[in-house]
């Protein structure tokens, strides 16, 4: 047998359903509240770790268009350092965590939840990120002196060497049609003597 329904008290009233939706509503909005909190806090953590490197931040060249440096919002708020690096809050809301992309995934650079220790890490990740730009600079500079030493013409400093490729190309395509003419001329005369093609 199953068992009764128990009846309200007579003295009690019904609870109303829009009762019970406003209490629905508050819950909600004080869990949303806890949400935004912790958000706050954590856009405030980054804050404070871009204000340890503003001096940082403010002597990078500003020929180089590599670093962002700028708090995105949103669901997790992350400091940008440059287009594959990041600094995030870990899980307990407390740690720095500096993230760089890779093609071969998400690498952690540094996490602590010192902020100086941070603040170093990023500093060093700029100065590399400087130094190697440099480099680069530099050696892509002396490849092309080398290159003019030597007497290579770079394709896209002289029109004529593209010229020239092309109508070396043309001829070679002239030719191989000549042949491939003479050669098929060579095969009807054998097959079919009658034809009069005579070598």
């Given amino acids: ?17 829009s009762d019970a939706i406003r209490e629905v509503r508050v819950a909600t909005a004080d869990r949303d509240d806890v949400v935004v909190d912790l958000r706050e806090a954590q856009r405030t ?16 060249p500003e020929d180089n268009p590599n670093f962002d440096f700028a ?3 949103g669901e997790q708020p992350r400091l940008w350092i440059d287009a594959v ?4 809050m870990g899980r307990d809301r407390r740690t720095y965590r500096f993230l760089r ?13 010192d902020l100086h220790a941070v603040a170093e890490q990023v500093t060093r990740y ?32 002289s029109r004529s060497s593209a010229l020239g490729a092309f109508f070396s190309g043309l001829v070679l ?5 000549a042949v491939g003419v003479v050669a098929m001329l060579f ?9 009069g093609i005579g070598f």
Avoid: C, W
């Fill in 173 to 177: 395509v002239i030719a191989g049609g």
């Fill in 1 to 17: 047998m199953s068992d009764p329904i128990p009846s309200p008290n007579i003295g009690e009233q019904p609870q109303r359903l």
């Fill in 45 to 60: 953590r980054l804050e404070l770790l871009a204000q340890e490197l503003a001096p940082v931040f403010a002597e990078v």
């Fill in 71 to 73: 708090i995105s919002s």
């Fill in 101 to 113: 992309d890779t093609r071969l995934g998400r690498i952690v650079l540094a996490e602590s939840t």
């Fill in 126 to 157: 700029i100065a590399e990120r400087i130094v190697e730009r440099e480099r680069f600079l530099e050696g892509d500079l002396e490849s092309h002196i080398r290159n003019e030493l030597l007497g290579y013409v770079t394709p896209a400093n």
């Fill in 187 to 195: 095969y009807l005369s054998l097959k079919y003597p009658e034809l």
């Fill in 85 to 88: 690096s990041h600094v995030t």
